[in-house]
C-alpha cells in the first residue's frame, strides 16, 4: 500500500512540474495566472513532500502545512474568477477576499496552534481541513451553477478537477475527524486524484482568456450553497459524535464508519450531480422555508379587484391589463385563435402586431398543446434545449417586442395566447414568476369564457327577441292581405258606391303605410336559403351597382375579373348590397363611393370605400360588428354587418375594416377561390 502511494504521489508530482513549466512557458502576467502558478507549486510541493515522507521519515505535519496554503489560493483563484478580479490591488481590496482571509487565518491560527502546542490535538487540523475544503466546494458550486451558459463549456474541467479532489478530501478528513486518525488507504489515494484532475485544469487554463467570468448571483446559489453546508454540518455532527464516543471510551467500529462515510459522500454527490434532484430540493427549500417571491393571497385579490372595476363591455382590455399589471409590465396583447386556424389580434397594449407577426403561432400551438408550457423567449435564445421539440426564431419575436408567450387554456385546448414584452432590466422568469403567471392565466381564461358565453347568451335572446318580432310583423301582413282580400271579393257588388270606393282608398292607404313600415324594418334583414354555385362576380358587381345607383351618390366601380367563381351568389350579392347601402348613406350627395375587386393568388379581393363621415375606432371595435346595435334609428336592426362578417368568415375569408372620422372608410374582403 506504501508503494502504490508513494507512486501516486510522485506521478501528481510529475504531472504538476510538467503543467508548472508549461505556465512559465506562457507567460501569463495576470493575477489568476499568477495565482494558479502558485496554486500549482504548492500541489507539487505538497504530492513531492507526501511521496518521500515515508522513507524520510519527517513529520507529516510539513506535508499538511502545505496543503492548508494550497486551499487557501485555490479558494482565492475561484473567488477572483467569480468577481472579476485583475490586480493585486483589488484582490486585496475586495470584501469576499478580505472575509475569506481573516476567516482563514484565524481557523489556520488556532487549529495549528492547537495541534502544535497541545498533546493529542491533532483532530483540529482534521476540523480545519473539513472546513477548508467545504468552503472550497460551496465556491466551486456557487462559481458553476451561476455563470453564463456559454461559459460553463470553459470552466467545467476546472471545475471537475478540483471538485474531484475537493470532495475525496472533504470524505478522508470527516472519516479522520469521527475517529481521530487518518485513515492511510485514503491517504495513499490522494496522488492519484491529484495527478488525474492536471489535464483537466489544463483544459481550462486554454478555454479560459482572462480568468474572469461574468457571474449572476442569484437565489439558487443560496439554496445550492445551503445544501452544501447542510451536508457539511452533518459530518462534522459526526464527528462532534466520534469525538465524544472517543474521549468517553469505546469505539464507532468499522462498519458504522464506513457508512456514515458513504452516507455523506452519496448526499454530496446527489448535490453535485443529478440535476433533477437538485432541482426539487431547490424548489422544495423555497416553498416550505423561505418567504415566497409573490403573497399568492395578495395578488389574487389585486386581480380579483381588477376585474371588479374592469369594463364590461371590454373585457378583452380587463384581462390584458391584469395579466401585465401581475409583473409590473406595460407591453401585452390578447390573441385569440379563430375556428378558420388563423390568430387575431383582439386587443393590444402598447404594441404594434399586424396579422402577419402571427404566423409563428401556429407552432407554438402545437407545443403548448403537448406540454403546457409557458415559453420564455429570452430563455429559448440563450439556453440550448430549454424548450425541446418547439420550432421557433427568438430572433423574429424579438424584433416585435414578444419575450414571453402565456398560453390560454379552455376545455384543455388552446383558446389563444397573451404576448408580453418585457423590461430590459428584468431576468428571465423563474418558477415563482410562471406559478404565478399560470394561476393568473386560468383565472381570466375563465374570466374570458364567462363572458363569451354571457355575451352569445344576450345574441341568443337578441336574436329571439327578433323572432318574436317577425311573428308580430307576420301577424300585420295577415291583416292587411285580409282586408286586400275584402275589397277585391266585395270589388264587383259596389263598385259603383262612391262610399265603398272611398273606403278603398282609404283601407289602400292605410294597409301601405303598414306595409312601407313592414318592409323598412325587413329590407336586407333576411338570409335568404339558398346554394353555391359558379358565379360571374363581375356580372354580380355591375347589377348590384346598377341597382344602388337609383340614389346618390353615384357608385362607381373598378373591376379586374374574368374567371368565375364557385360561391353562394344570392348571398354575396346580399352582403355587397347592404355594404354599398351603407357607404351611400355615410356619404353626402356631391361625395363619392368605390368598389375595386381583382383576383390574386386565388383570392377574391373586394374594396368598397367611400370619403364619408368615418368612424371612430372604438365603434369599429365595440359597436360595428355587433348584432342589433344600429346609428339609424328604427330604420335599421343592426344585423347588416355582423351578417356580412359570419358569411365572410363562415367561408373562410376575411373582413377588415380601417376608417377615420370625417374622412371616410375603407372595408376590406377577401375570399379564397375554391373549384367546388
Not at 510529475?14 to 513549466?21: H, K, Q, R, T
Not at 459526526?238 to 456514515?260: H, K, M, T
Not at 355575451?455 to 335572446?461: G, M, Q, Y
Not at 379586374?560 to 351568389?569: A, G, N, R, T, V
Amino acid at each position: 500500500m506504501e508503494v502504490i502511494g508513494t507512486s501516486g504521489y510522485f506521478l501528481a508530482a510529475c504531472a504538476y512540474a510538467v503543467f508548472i513549466l508549461l505556465l512559465l512557458a506562457a507567460r501569463n502576467k495576470t493575477l489568476a495566472g499568477a495565482l494558479v502558478l502558485l496554486a500549482s507549486l504548492l500541489v507539487f510541493s505538497s504530492s513531492l513532500s507526501a511521496a518521500l515522507q515515508p522513507k524520510q521519515g519527517f513529520s507529516l505535519l510539513i506535508v499538511m502545512a502545505i496543503e492548508t496554503f494550497k486551499l487557501a489560493v485555490w479558494s482565492l483563484l475561484i473567488i477572483c474568477t467569480q468577481a472579476n478580479i485583475t490586480s493585486l490591488k483589488a484582490l486585496i481590496s475586495h470584501p469576499k477576499v478580505k472575509q475569506y482571509l481573516q476567516v482563514w487565518s484565524g481557523l489556520s491560527v488556532l487549529c495549528w496552534g492547537a495541534a502544535l502546542f497541545m498533546p493529542e490535538s491533532v483532530k483540529f487540523l482534521f476540523s480545519l481541513f473539513l472546513l477548508l475544503n467545504l468552503w472550497l466546494l460551496v465556491l466551486l458550486e456557487q462559481l458553476y451553477r451561476n455563470a453564463d451558459v456559454k461559459v460553463k463549456w470553459a470552466i467545467w474541467s476546472l471545475v471537475i478537477a478540483l471538485g474531484m479532489a475537493t470532495v475525496f478530501d472533504f470524505v478522508l478528513f470527516a472519516q479522520a475527524a469521527m475517529v481521530n486518525q487518518l485513515d492511510f488507504s485514503y491517504w495513499y489515494a490522494r496522488g492519484f486524484i491529484a495527478a488525474i484532475g492536471m489535464p483537466l485544469i489544463l483544459v481550462s487554463t486554454r478555454r479560459i482568456k482572462d480568468w474572469s467570468v461574468d457571474v449572476f448571483v442569484s437565489r439558487e446559489m443560496v439554496f445550492y450553497s445551503s445544501m452544501l453546508l447542510i451536508s457539511g454540518l452533518y459530518l462534522l455532527l459526526l464527528a462532534i459524535a466520534g469525538y465524544v464516543i472517543n474521549y468517553f471510551g469505546g469505539a464507532w467500529g468499522n462498519i458504522i464508519s464506513v457508512a456514515f462515510i458513504i452516507l455523506g459522500g452519496s448526499v454530496l454527490a446527489a448535490l453535485l450531480i443529478t440535476e433533477r434532484l437538485r432541482r426539487e430540493v431547490k424548489v422544495f427549500i423555497t416553498k416550505h422555508f423561505f418567504a415566497n417571491k409573490y403573497d399568492y393571497r395578495v395578488e389574487w385579490f389585486k386581480s380579483i379587484e381588477q376585474l371588479e372595476i374592469g369594463k364590461n363591455d371590454n373585457y378583452y382590455h380587463t384581462a390584458t391589463h391584469i395579466i401585465c399589471s401581475s409583473l409590473n409590465i406595460v407591453k401585452g396583447a390578447l390573441i385569440k385563435k379563430m375556428p378558420s386556424g388563423q390568430y387575431q389580434s383582439i386587443y393590444q397594449e402598447n404594441l404594434n402586431l399586424a396579422q402577419s407577426d402571427l404566423k409563428f403561432l401556429g407552432s407554438v400551438d402545437e407545443f403548448c398543446q403537448q406540454h403546457g408550457w409557458i415559453i420564455d423567449i429570452r430563455e429559448l435564445a440563450q439556453v440550448e434545449d430549454s424548450y425541446p421539440g418547439l420550432s421557433l426564431d427568438a430572433s423574429v419575436c424579438g424584433q416585435n417586442n414578444i419575450d414571453i408567450i402565456i398560453p390560454i387554456f379552455m376545455n384543455k385546448t388552446v383558446y389563444g395566447f397573451f404576448l408580453l414584452a418585457m423590461p430590459a432590466e428584468q431576468g428571465l422568469l423563474n418558477w415563482e414568476d410562471r406559478d404565478l403567471l399560470f394561476s393568473i392565466s386560468k383565472q381570466l381564461s375563465n374570466y374570458l369564457s364567462l363572458n363569451e358565453a354571457n355575451e352569445s347568451l344576450a345574441e341568443s335572446k337578441q336574436f329571439d327577441a327578433f323572432n318574436r318580432m317577425s311573428a308580430f310583423l307576420v301577424h300585420d301582413l295577415k291583416n292587411i292581405q285580409a282586408q286586400l282580400s275584402l275589397i277585391s271579393s266585395n270589388a264587383k257588388r259596389h263598385r259603383d258606391n262612391p262610399d265603398f270606393v272611398d273606403d278603398v282608398f282609404e283601407t289602400i292607404e292605410a294597409a301601405t303605410g303598414r306595409l312601407d313600415k313592414v318592409l323598412t324594418q325587413l329590407r336586407n334583414k333576411q338570409m335568404a336559403e339558398s346554394s353555391k354555385k359558379s358565379t360571374d362576380v363581375k356580372a354580380l358587381i355591375m347589377g348590384i351597382v346598377q341597382q344602388r345607383n337609383i340614389q346618390m351618390p353615384q357608385v362607381s366601380a373598378q373591376l379586374s375579373l374574368e374567371s368565375l367563381i364557385f360561391i353562394d351568389e344570392e348571398t354575396l350579392s346580399s352582403v355587397l348590397n347592404h355594404l354599398l347601402q351603407n357607404a351611400q348613406e355615410a356619404t353626402n350627395d356631391n361625395g363619392w363611393v368605390k368598389i375595386i375587386a381583382e383576383m390574386r393568388d386565388h383570392k377574391l379581393h373586394i374594396s368598397i370605400v367611400d370619403n364619408g363621415c368615418g368612424m371612430s375606432a372604438d365603434f369599429i371595435a365595440n359597436r360595428l360588428f355587433k348584432p342589433f346595435d344600429t346609428t339609424k334609428g328604427n330604420a335599421g336592426m343592426g344585423i347588416g354587418v355582423y351578417e356580412a362578417k359570419q358569411f365572410i368568415e363562415g367561408i373562410e375569408g376575411t373582413m377588415q375594416v380601417t376608417s377615420s372620422e370625417n374622412e371616410g372608410s375603407h372595408f376590406k374582403i377577401v375570399i379564397p377561390c375554391k373549384d367546388n
